[in-house]
């Protein structure tokens, strides 16, 4: 009895042995776990921690980019103003080129007319001049010889229309046909005796002049002209000399107490 007592509490011991050793596995394996989630939740903490400094970094980047973008428009902004500032100095600095072209070239335009103007007016003076002595010269000339026309130019012979012809006319005619001297002489003579009764500013119907005569025919009464005799020096407004067969311009000088017009 005593044996078997011993052995029931052998067993017993070892089912209560059995029983806290697996308690004790039990308790090792919660153990286990609880360790493996602290080890989870410490390497979640440390990603975090990473993720959150990692956040933190690119917070950072994100800031200094803005800053770097602002700086590179501010940089931009610089350089465009640079260049706007050197087209603006080159723009300003043509300006002022042609501005100094254009006051140059107004300044020679100014010299230029007043030149112009000068010589117009020296042009203007010379031409009053030159008329001024050409009327000198006519009326020296011709302010003697006049009397004397007037009074041989006494009109008693009628002409073929019925119109005056003057006495010297006549002589003239009368010379040509009664051969006292050649017809160069007569002719040059009819020639001065006709400025001079031009210079009196008698009418030309008067003197016994048809305005186109035939060529070679100027003067009634057989008095014959050469048609192309040139009047140098003369004064155009005292007749229309085309008309009668005359070209503008004769020289006029005193030969033999008279002034006589020589053809050139």
Same mark, same amino acid.
């Given at each position: 009895?005593?044996?078997?007592?011993?052995?029931?509490?052998?067993?017993?011991?070892?089912?209560?042995?059995?029983?806290?050793?697996?308690? &004790?596995?039990?308790?090792?394996?919660?153990?286990?776990?609880?360790?493996?989630?602290?080890? /989870?939740?410490?390497?979640?903490?440390?990603?975090?921690?990473?993720?959150?400094?990692?956040?933190?970094?690119?917070?950072?980047?994100?800031?200094?980019?803005?800053?770097?973008? /602002?700086?590179?428009?501010?940089?931009?902004?610089?350089?465009?103003?640079?260049?706007?500032?050197? /087209?603006?100095?080159?723009?300003?600095?043509?300006?002022?080129?042609?501005?100094?072209?254009?006051?140059? &070239?107004?300044?020679?335009?100014?010299?230029?007319?007043?030149?112009?103007?000068?010589?117009?007016?020296?042009?203007?003076?010379?031409?009053?001049?030159?008329?001024?002595?050409?009327?000198?010269?006519?009326?020296?000339?011709?302010?003697?010889?006049?009397?004397?026309?007037?009074?041989?130019?006494?009109?008693?012979?009628?002409?073929?229309?019925?119109?005056?012809?003057?006495?010297?006319?006549?002589?003239?005619?009368?010379?040509?046909?009664?051969?006292?001297?050649?017809?160069?002489?007569?002719?040059?003579?009819?020639?001065?005796?006709?400025?001079?009764?031009?210079?009196?500013? &008698?009418?030309?119907?008067?003197?016994?002049?048809?305005?186109?005569?035939?060529?070679?025919?100027?003067?009634?009464?057989?008095?014959? &002209?050469?048609? #192309?005799?040139?009047?140098? /020096?003369?004064?155009? #407004?005292?007749?229309? #000399?085309?008309?009668?067969?005359?070209?503008?311009?004769?020289?006029?000088?005193?030969?033999?107490?008279?002034?006589?017009?020589?053809?050139?």
């Amino acid at each position: 009895m005593h044996v078997k007592l011993d052995v029931e509490a052998m067993i017993a011991e070892i089912v209560m042995k059995n029983v806290e050793c697996g308690i &004790l596995l039990h308790e090792m394996s919660m153990v286990e776990r609880r360790f493996e989630e602290s080890t /989870r939740k410490i390497e979640l903490q440390k990603s975090l921690l990473e993720v959150s400094g990692l956040i933190e970094g690119n917070k950072g980047l994100a800031s200094e980019s803005l800053f770097m973008k /602002r700086k590179a428009g501010e940089l931009a902004r610089c350089v465009l103003k640079m260049k706007e500032d050197h /087209r603006v100095r080159i723009l300003s600095r043509k300006i002022e080129d042609l501005q100094g072209q254009i006051y140059g &070239l107004e300044k020679k335009n100014k010299e230029y007319y007043e030149q112009l103007m000068k010589r117009d007016q020296e042009v203007e003076q010379l031409f009053k001049s030159k008329n001024r002595k050409k009327k000198l010269g006519l009326e020296v000339c011709f302010q003697v010889y006049k009397l004397k026309m007037v009074e041989n130019a006494d009109v008693n012979v009628k002409g073929k229309d019925g119109g005056k012809v003057f006495k010297w006319w006549e002589r003239v005619a009368a010379k040509k046909v009664a051969g006292e001297d050649d017809g160069a002489q007569v002719e040059k003579w009819a020639v001065m005796e006709f400025v001079l009764v031009m210079g009196l500013g &008698l009418p030309m119907m008067d003197i016994g002049l048809e305005k186109k005569p035939s060529p070679g025919i100027l003067i009634e009464g057989n008095a014959v &002209l050469n048609k #192309w005799v040139v009047l140098k /020096r003369w004064v155009p #407004w005292a007749c229309p #000399w085309h008309e009668y067969g005359l070209e503008f311009g004769a020289q006029t000088k005193h030969v033999d107490g008279g002034p006589h017009c020589s053809s050139s």
